[in-house]
């Protein structure tokens, strides 16, 4: 599988290709459409904002708490039999989990669901190990046979209509070419069996750790997150440090909201819990259990006051249904781990403003994201930052500052200041300007593809309303 990197290039001519590519489009809006409404009636019957004000407040307790309950997480863990591993960023939680893999001499790792693993590009490095990683989500499964990324956190394959999977799992597994959805899974889930008996270790993520019981809570509908923690002999659970909560009492009203704003569900068909490897007597389970926290620049985000809200996330990706831009061009536009607007918030921390310029840039600011954030992030106001950031002077938080600042726009902006603190010149300018109005160009370079350049106008408020006045005074005269 390709690992796709970001560049301001790709990502300008990745938008352009999808706008005008009907089946991307068709396929987004067919299933944003569905998860919006799917969401807007499962909320129906709670009050919806009571329910957001306290989701957002147990995400803020964490974070206020989140060095005290890292280390509580990680005495309960420990104290249950979990064993503990800290990564301070992609490259090295690749190097724990690939040596956890070889202290087993496995060849074999089945997987769950993980963005931090795609975040840290994991079974790229495992193959180069020798280690064959499988994707065991159907979502996943469909994107590594077809050798993609996801293209949406929750849903990974929604680009990908019913002819184009049949395609895809007829050319890589010999299955029948079918429109019968039934089948399609039944070919999977009996493919997908045999590698679960098969692996040496299994790989899963994590949606909450409770620091107070060391109890570790997978979000999923397929039952491969079961199977991916309890059928191999050892299973790595790996996850971002900002997925910790205080208490096992936070995880219900956190889950509520996951489910509700992600798929539209009340409930997922599975929840699990594990606390434990097996114990004495126990028949089933894995015989070692690891949990691997990555930071990968979570902690430099921490430090600020603003930017540390994008921690609250639970990766529910509604944000992402319900974004003008990510319904039209796609996931894949965007060329990076998180798309949509939680990408855009994301990724600067992860990559640097110079590597996602245009990532803040690449919203129309609508505050449809924020207003369904189940956790309320600001996400506009942050954007709004970033951009801010991207053009000024940054706080040292975000790498990158200054990296959108173009010489020849801060001359306009500042001779735009002078002028306007001026007044004389300034009402010399705009009379002269009126007066060569005729001569203003029509074309001023791309932004005026799709729009009208202005013209000055004939004359200025100022005089129109002083001419006004003199008619209202000769009137009255
Ligand atoms: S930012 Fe909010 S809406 Fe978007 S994925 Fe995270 S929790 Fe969900």
Redesign the pocket.
Known sequence: MSVQIYTPEAFHRQAHDALGNPQIRRNFRKAMDGLMSKRRDVFSDWDLEALRELGANIRLRALAKLPDLLERLEANCQANGIQVHWAENGDEACRIIRELCEARAARAVIKGKSMVSEEMHLNQHLEAAGIEALESDLGEYLVQLNEQTPSH??MPAIHLNTDEISEILHDKTGTERTRDVDYMTAAARAQLRERFMAADVGISGVNFAVAETGTLCLVENEGNGRMTTTVPPVHIAVTGIEKVVEHLRDVPPLYA??TR??TGQHVTTYFNMISSPRKPGEHDGPEEVHLVLVDNGRSNIYQDNELLD?L?????????N?CPVYTRVGGHTYGTT?P???GK?LMPHMLGLEATKDLPTASSLCGA?GE??????P?PDLLVRLRREAVGEGRGNVPGAGVKRSRKELLAWKGWQWLATHPTVWRGSTMVAGKLRGLTPTKLGPWTEYRTAPKPAKASLHALVKAHQHKDGEGRS
């Not at 609250?312 to 992402?320: K, L, Q």
């Open positions: 956190i929750i909201l996951l704003s992600a994008t609250r996330c639970i990766r529910c990706g509604a944000c992402m319900h998180y949509g607007p939680i918030i994201c369904v954030c189940p956790v309320k992030i996400i």
